[in-house]
Nanobody
Framework: VQLQASGGGLVQAGGSLRLSCTSS????????LGWYRQAPGKQRELVAS???????GYADSVKGRFTISRDNAKNIMYLQMNALNSEDTAVYYC?????????WGQGTLVTVSS
């Protein structure tokens, strides 16, 4: 399984970005998909997840602003990020879990300027 994250960039506070994670495998077969982020000097944290059932979950800090989704036909997972603020600045990683294995994308940098 290979994951390729894209869509990061520089955005002003209050703006929006959409991250994409393209999978070499069928995302409909993964037990769970998720977006994580790691800010400078901080630990990697789970931002949003989507289970094989379609159930989604979000970190409190992004609830109401971020939306995770997937397109099974295209094998792509998305993270729509709205109302961005400086605390959202981080490298964002996509993750897929399949049985006991966990796979990571290479990360995409999101920088929010105030």
């Amino acid at each position: 399984v290979q994951l390729q994250a894209s869509g990061g960039g520089l955005v002003q506070a209050g703006g929006s970005l959409r991250l994409s994670c393209t999978s070499s495998g069928r995302i409909s077969s993964y037990n769970a998909l998720g977006w994580y982020r790691q800010a400078p000097g901080k630990q990697r944290e789970l931002v949003a997840s989507i289970q094989i059932s379609g159930t989604t979950g979000y970190a409190d800090s992004v609830k109401g602003r971020f939306t995770i989704s997937r397109d099974n036909a295209k094998n792509i997972m998305y993270l729509q990020m709205n109302a961005l603020n400086s605390e959202d600045t981080a490298v964002y990683y996509c993750n897929a879990r399949l049985q006991w294995d966990s796979f990571w994308g290479q990360g995409t940098l999101v920088t929010v300027s105030s």
